[in-house]
């Protein structure tokens, strides 16, 4: 279910980034999940410069729980970064992870790993 050295990069800054992920072997079903985005894992969460929380209610630039999941069935997690947490991302790594809460009160963390974002050429969006 965990994938500790988890790697995003390949995404520009400054642009919109989709991070999907499906999440297997769910004891239950998916109630909440969260994306936190720190300097360091060892930081208090109030330090993360970027955090969604994320529900089955569809929420633009933050994401959505696609599928809940539960026994038998993989749970699917769409978290949006907007252009203004991409930006605020700059070049450097960062550590991140993605915990979900279930139905039954159960707390995992399907994954953990850095986020790596590259410089882009243009500047100007019009």
């Known amino acids: 279910m965990s994938t500790l050295s988890g790697t995003i990069s390949g995404y520009v800054v400054g642009d919109d980034l989709e991070i999907r992920r ?6 239950d079903a998916i109630e909440l999940a969260w994306l936190t985005i720190k300097q360091h894992n060892r930081l208090a969460d109030s330090a993360a410069v970027v955090t969604k929380a994320i529900t089955e209610s569809d929420v633009p630039g933050t994401g959505q729980i696609e599928v ?59």
């Open 22 to 27: 499906t999440v297997t072997d769910l004891p």
């Open 68 to 126: 809940d999941g539960g026994v038998g069935s993989d749970g699917t997690l769409r978290f949006d970064l907007t252009p203004d947490d991409t930006t605020a991302l700059g070049t450097r790594t960062w550590s991140y992870d993605i915990q979900i809460k279930l139905d039954n009160g159960s707390v995992y963390t399907p994954e953990v790993g850095t986020i790596t974002l590259t410089s882009d050429v243009r500047r100007a969006t019009s």
